[in-house]
């Protein structure tokens, strides 16, 4: 499983009911049901990893969130995740806001495209980032918004978002003692657990 993913695990509650945006081929979800009995459902566009959810007994929901989540009425989940997906939505604000009207929590993880790598890329070749955490080019990237640690802070402030806890991982470690230090220089990936 991604890192990102098994860190925020431990903040689901066992039971709870689970929506997943962006479920991918529903690994996490299967892992929540089985390991935390959560009672989960995804939300994909991509058919071949609808495909492989269905195949793990996942429950996904065929459905592009940048048109909205009005078919969820609100609370109907616990929690709702959106795990290194937030950059590719067109809208983030509304994701998000949709995001804490269905369940009671959120949480978000994203690519700090603050880093020092992507700033010193940037900054010194004069091109955009391409590491093996974000292996895209810029002509074919998923990724649409580019978010820092202090960009998503701020959007959160200016929405009324209260962050429960942050945590930052990088490539290969936890939580490295840099990035809890200064986060937006030295996280690779952000994880954040929100609520109003």
Not at 5 to 22: C, F, M, N, Q
Not at 49 to 68: H, P, S
Not at 173 to 190: E, I, V
């Amino acid at each position: 499983m991604r890192l990102d993913l098994s860190h925020i695990e431990r903040w689901i509650a066992p039971g709870s009911r689970v929506l997943d945006l962006g479920c991918g081929d529903g690994l996490f979800l299967e892992f929540l049901r089985d390991q935390r009995q959560v009672r989960g459902t995804g939300l994909e566009i991509d058919q071949k990893y609808i495909t492989a959810a269905i195949a793990r007994g996942i429950n996904v929901v065929e459905q592009n969130m940048d048109e909205g989540l009005a078919n969820f009425p609100d609370r109907s989940f616990d929690t709702v995740v959106l795990a290194l997906a937030l950059q590719a939505v067109n809208y983030p604000e509304r994701v998000l806001e949709e995001m804490l009207r269905i369940g009671r929590e959120g949480i978000v993880t994203f690519p700090n495209f603050g880093h020092w790598r992507s700033r010193l890329m940037l900054g010194f070749k004069g091109r955009m980032p391409v590491s093996s955490f974000m292996p895209y080019a810029w002509y074919n990237t998923p990724n649409i918004h580019f978010c820092t640690v202090k960009d998503f802070e701020d959007l959160c402030r200016a929405k009324g978002i209260h962050i429960l806890a942050r945590e930052v991982v990088s490539e290969k470690k936890r939580q490295p003692m840099l990035a809890n230090k200064w986060p937006n220089l030295f996280a690779t990936t952000a994880i954040y657990h929100i609520t109003r």
